[in-house]
């Protein structure tokens, strides 16, 4: 670090300011970059760099050297707080994994939230910030491990809204609407469509309340792309629209990339080839026009949508359609970023390209790879994947790999 001197001696002195100031320009970011991702304004961050060795709020110190990743002694939070007792080494982990998590989301994917005007709204900072250690935490954990603390996240924030004022229950809405799409998400992932079409509308009414065109759009869409993966292209297609709608024609780049690909899986759950690849073309070209862009996508989106995720959904798209040509290349297994149970996703339509271009063992290998995973993390939409896989192969000698596989299946309940 740039300032690693300069931070030691300003923390020494009480400066915690100082500190936050010194490492924000190490991080190079701007005042209004990390005032949108606290919840304050740039003149509430210019205020708290100058505060010297004077009072500090505790929350917005937690907030700062956590999105930070600034460690907490050097503004004055870990010195006399005392450790909760574990209950066990297993409690212990898991919080250890919530604190790593909070730590990491430091990362610039917070750093697009949108501005409030005032210092008060630091319990929606922390409670966004929370909702974004356990979209982490996803990665690594099992959905049925995250659901009872996630839910009851989502009640300390509906909770909290009650007793706000109006301009705070507006941003607490935002806040809900990111929780339950993470609700929404997670029952997704343990394979309960009604709970998971039930959170999403949810989101999508939390998005409304705030009166955010972008958060609205983002989470019909979000509900667009689960319709579709649920073999409901029709209903994906007409919530697509209508998140288009909630833009306003006011459509960032990366909107549009995104809605574009949504469409495509819409076309592709309803069969419709030609329209599919026209989405797919859509979506590339807007995909392409974000590359060089320094500055980061409009929050809700806070990563970009890149060239390769568009080439993951046109595999997705080719798998549903039959198309062993559009999932199929040297380097596709390439494509399969992001977490184990999205890896997993995507290697099961990669399967289901062999299995189309008539590669029985190929497919099941592969299958058999993601199979593993859902297992692991006890994934229910990853083991019904892959039953569907299975169910689309009729041999009545089929070869010792796919026995192998349904050996895996069988007994196997989430």
């Not at 002694?73 to 066990?88: E, T």
């Not at 959170?199 to 065109?213: E, I, K, L, M, Q």
């Not at 890896?343 to 399967?351: C, E, H, M, Y």
């Not at 271009?357 to 190929?362: I, T």
């Amino acid at each position: 670090m740039q300032h690693e001197a300069e931070v030691r001696e300003a923390s020494r002195r009480g400066d915690y300011g100082k500190v936050i100031e010194l490492v924000r320009k190490d991080r190079r970011m701007t005042q209004t970059q990390l005032g949108q991702a606290l919840g304050l304004s740039q003149p509430a961050i210019s205020r708290l760099e100058k505060r010297g060795t004077g009072t500090y709020q505790t929350n917005v110190l937690e907030s700062a050297a956590a999105h930070l990743d600034i460690r907490p002694d050097l503004v004055g939070l870990s010195g006399d707080r005392p450790k909760p007792q574990a209950r066990d080494d297993d409690d212990m982990h898991r919080r250890a994994l919530l604190g790593g998590a909070i730590a990491a989301a430091a990362a610039p994917a917070l750093a697009a939230l949108p501005t409030t005007a005032d210092a008060s709204s630091g319990q929606a900072a922390a409670l966004r910030l929370s909702t974004t250690a356990y979209r982490r935490l996803d990665g690594t954990t099992a959905s049925q491990d995250l659901e009872e603390a996630v839910q009851a996240h989502l009640r300390l924030i509906q909770a909290t809204a009650r007793t706000a004022d109006d301009e705070h229950r507006t941003r607490l809405a935002a806040v809900g609407s990111e929780a339950a799409s993470l609700s929404g998400w997670l029952a997704w992932d343990m394979g309960n469509h009604g709970s998971a079409r039930a959170r999403y509308g949810a989101a999508v009414n939390a998005a409304r309340s705030a009166g955010d065109p972008l958060l609205t759009a983002y989470q019909v869409g979000s509900l667009a792309s689960f319709e579709a993966h649920a073999g409901n292209g029709v209903q994906a297609l007409n919530l697509a629209g209508r998140a288009r709608r909630a833009l306003r024609g006011r459509s960032p780049a990366v909107a549009e990339a995104w809605l574009s690909s949504i469409e495509a899986l819409g076309h592709a759950a309803a069969g419709d080839r030609r329209s599919a690849d026209k989405a797919l073309v859509r979506s590339r070209k807007a995909a392409e026009g974000l590359i060089g862009q320094r500055q980061p996508p409009p929050w809700p989106w806070v990563f970009s949508f890149t060239a390769e995720k568009v080439a993951a959904h046109r595999v997705t798209c080719g798998a549903w359609l039959g198309l062993p040509d559009w999932v199929l290349s040297d380097d596709v297994e390439a494509l399969a970023t992001g977490h184990a149970k999205q890896r997993a996703l995507l290697l099961l339509d990669i399967a289901a390209g062999h299995l189309a271009a008539g590669r029985v063992e190929g497919a099941f290998a592969v299958a058999t790879r993601a199979l593993e995973t859902g297992l692991k993390y006890r994934s229910g939409r990853i083991v019904e994947r892959a039953r569907a896989l299975r169910r689309s192969l009729a041999l009545s000698s089929p070869p010792r790999v796919v026995r192998d596989f349904d050996e895996r299946l069988h007994g196997v309940y989430l």
